[in-house]
C-alpha cells in the first residue's frame, strides 16, 4: 500500500509522513511546491534508515497513492480537495482538516455544512471513500516515537474503509476508535478548539483525548 500525505510540508503531514516511513510504509509527500516536497522527502530518507518516500506535486502524489490522507489547513482545504479529485476517484481519502478560523482558534466554529468532512464529501463525489480522522492528534504527537498516549476518533460511511484506515494508523502507534458516520466529525472537528483552550489553560503541552471503560463480554 502506498500512502500520500497531501500537505506532506506542513506540522501534521510532515509528522505523519516520517511516522508512516518509520513504520516501513511506501510514502509520496504532496505539495503545492512539488521542489519542496521532493526536497522534505529527501531529508526523511537520509535520516530514517530504509525509508520508501519520495515527493512531488499534490496531484501526481494522490494518483500515485492508494491512500491520501489531506493534512492542509482550513484555508487551502476547497482549493486542495478540487486539485486531487480526479486523481482521488474509487480511493479512501483520510480528511484531517479542522475548520479552524483565526485568531478564535480556541472557539469552535463549524462551517455551514456541519464540518470540513461535509464539505470534503460535497467536493470529492459519491465515488471517492471518505474517512475522516486525526483531527485531535497534535504533530508535536506525531513526532515522537513511542507509542501515543491519545486516542483517534475515526467517522465515516464506508465502515471497510474506515477499518482499513484503522489498521493503518495501528501499525504507526495509534490506538483508534470507529466513532460513527461522517456527519460525526463535526464533534471531532469541534473537539480540537476545545484542546486548544484545555492547552492554554492549563499549560499542557499537548492535550489529548483518552476513551475509557471495560468492554462488556459478548453475551453480557
Known amino acids: 500500500m502506498k500512502i500520500a500525505i497531501i500537505?506532506?510540508?506542513?506540522?501534521l503531514?510532515?509528522?505523519l509522513a516520517k511516522r508512516l516511513s518509520a513504520a516501513g510504509i511506501e510514502t509520496v509527500i504532496g505539495s503545492r511546491d512539488a521542489g519542496k516536497?521532493?526536497?522534505?522527502?529527501?531529508?526523511?530518507?537520509?535520516?530514517?534508515?530504509?525509508?520508501?518516500?519520495?515527493?512531488?506535486?499534490?496531484?501526481?502524489?494522490?494518483?500515485?497513492a492508494d491512500?491520501?490522507?489531506?493534512?492542509?489547513?482550513?484555508?487551502?482545504h476547497a482549493g486542495t480537495l478540487a486539485a486531487i479529485k480526479p486523481a482521488v476517484q474509487g480511493k479512501i481519502v483520510v480528511d484531517a482538516t479542522v475548520p479552524l478560523q483565526p485568531p478564535k482558534v480556541g472557539t469552535v466554529q463549524l462551517p455551514s455544512a456541519g464540518s470540513a468532512a461535509a464539505e470534503a464529501a460535497a467536493v470529492l463525489g459519491d465515488s471517492v471513500r471518505l474517512v475522516s480522522a486525526l483531527q485531535n492528534i497534535g504533530a508535536a504527537k506525531l513526532e515522537k516515537a513511542a507509542d501515543i498516549d491519545a486516542d483517534v476518533?475515526?467517522?465515516?460511511d464506508d465502515g471497510e474503509a474506515v477499518e482499513a484506515v484503522r489498521a493503518l494508523l495501528e501499525k504507526?502507534?495509534?490506538?483508534?476508535?470507529?466513532?460513527?458516520?461522517?456527519?460525526?466529525?463535526?464533534?471531532?472537528?469541534?473537539?480540537?478548539?476545545?484542546?486548544?483552550?484545555?492547552?492554554?489553560?492549563?499549560?499542557f503541552a499537548d492535550a489529548g483525548f483518552r476513551i475509557t471503560g471495560e468492554m462488556r463480554k459478548p453475551n453480557d
Open 153 to 156: 476518533l475515526v467517522c465515516g
Open 37 to 64: 516536497a521532493e526536497s522534505f522527502a529527501s531529508e526523511i530518507g537520509s535520516t530514517i534508515r530504509g525509508a520508501d518516500v519520495t515527493g512531488c506535486a499534490m496531484a501526481e502524489a494522490a494518483e500515485q
Open 7 to 11: 500537505g506532506g510540508t506542513g506540522a
Open 13 to 15: 503531514g510532515g509528522a
Open 172 to 203: 504507526i502507534g495509534l490506538r483508534s476508535w470507529h466513532a460513527g458516520p461522517l456527519a460525526n466529525s463535526a464533534a471531532t472537528e469541534a473537539m480540537t478548539s476545545v484542546l486548544i483552550q484545555l492547552n492554554r489553560r492549563y499549560k
Open 67 to 76: 491512500v491520501c490522507f489531506v493534512t492542509v489547513p482550513y484555508a487551502a
